[in-house]
């Protein structure tokens, strides 16, 4: 039975690596990062779901002012020595020697992967499963375009965008997009959607995939983490709100 579950494993990066390079020949396996207009890598707009929008679930959410505990300073120096710690906690969760060689790590994609590579060494994959972008047009307007990969074939995954005005309330709109453009989008498809717009806010969820199989499922928001959830040896860590100055892990069976 293992030997089963490995092969689908197998069958499934494989799957998705071809889809990455597929549609990204040149890049290389790492979670770009990018940058927000902001005086500050935490002053990261807070956000809340919206639970009578008639759109995609996956949009519903409002975009509220940036939160002004996140710019101090003394706030990123709380949120660094949580992620920490938080390290300490996942290491134990999962019986796992994290390397933790500061009492301060931002919660970034790279430093939790240096910080896991003594134990659970290099990735094999890494998948986006869907981007979001929060917008701002040259008028003052805003939008979002949000990326789906769907992967109810794994030896064909198909990616998706989607475009969304924001309206004076604060709530997203879905507009008409090219379907076939749409699907399996061009980059030069996803910069005509995106036009003159200024990124406002930047999210990403994706998986991560080693040796042994282990699988690392996080969102980042402006890149920095704020969530992930890992299996190893029967337990499973899970941690949100890690781009806070409040963060929180719990371990299960």
Same mark, same amino acid.
């Given at each position: 039975m293992r030997k089963d579950l490995m092969l689908g494993i197998g069958a499934t990066l494989i799957a998705m690596a071809l889809f990455y390079f597929a549609d990204h020949p040149t890049a290389k396996l790492n979670i770009g990062k990018n940058k927000i207009d902001s005086d500050s890598d935490y002053g990261v707009p807070a956000t809340k779901k919206v639970l009578?929008?008639?759109?995609?679930? $996956?949009?519903? &959410?409002? &975009?509220?002012?940036?939160? $002004?505990?996140?710019?101090? #300073?003394?706030?990123?120096?709380?949120?660094?020595?949580?992620? $920490?710690?938080?390290?300490?906690?996942? #290491?134990?969760?999962?019986? /796992?020697?994290? $390397? /933790?060689?500061?009492p301060t790590i931002e919660p970034t994609y790279d430093n939790l992967l240096v910080s896991l590579r003594p134990a659970i060494g290099e990735l094999v994959v890494q998948m986006d499963d869907w981007t979001q972008m929060d917008l701002q047009n040259p008028d003052g307007t805003r939008k979002r375009l949000r990326t789906e990969v769907n992967y109810e074939n794994p030896n064909t995954p198909v990616k998706y965008v989607q475009l969304y005005n924001i309206n004076e309330q604060g709530f997203p709109e879905m507009q008409q997009v090219d379907a076939e453009k749409a699907r399996n989008p061009s980059d030069d498809y996803i910069n005509y959607l995106r036009g003159g717009a200024n990124l406002v806010l930047d999210e990403r969820g994706s998986r991560v995939y080693f040796q042994e199989g282990e699988e690392i499922v996080l969102v980042e928001r402006a890149g920095v983490i704020e969530s992930l959830s890992m299996t190893k040896n029967g337990k499973t860590v899970s941690c949100t709100g890690l781009d806070a100055a409040t963060s929180n892990c719990q371990c299960s069976q």
């Open positions: 009578n929008s008639e759109d995609n679930e $996956a949009a519903r &959410v409002v &975009v509220s002012a940036p939160s $002004a505990a996140l710019k101090a #300073g003394a706030a990123r120096d709380t949120i660094s020595k949580n992620f $920490a710690e938080h390290l300490k906690e996942i #290491g134990t969760c999962l019986k /796992i020697n994290a $390397a /933790i060689d500061n």
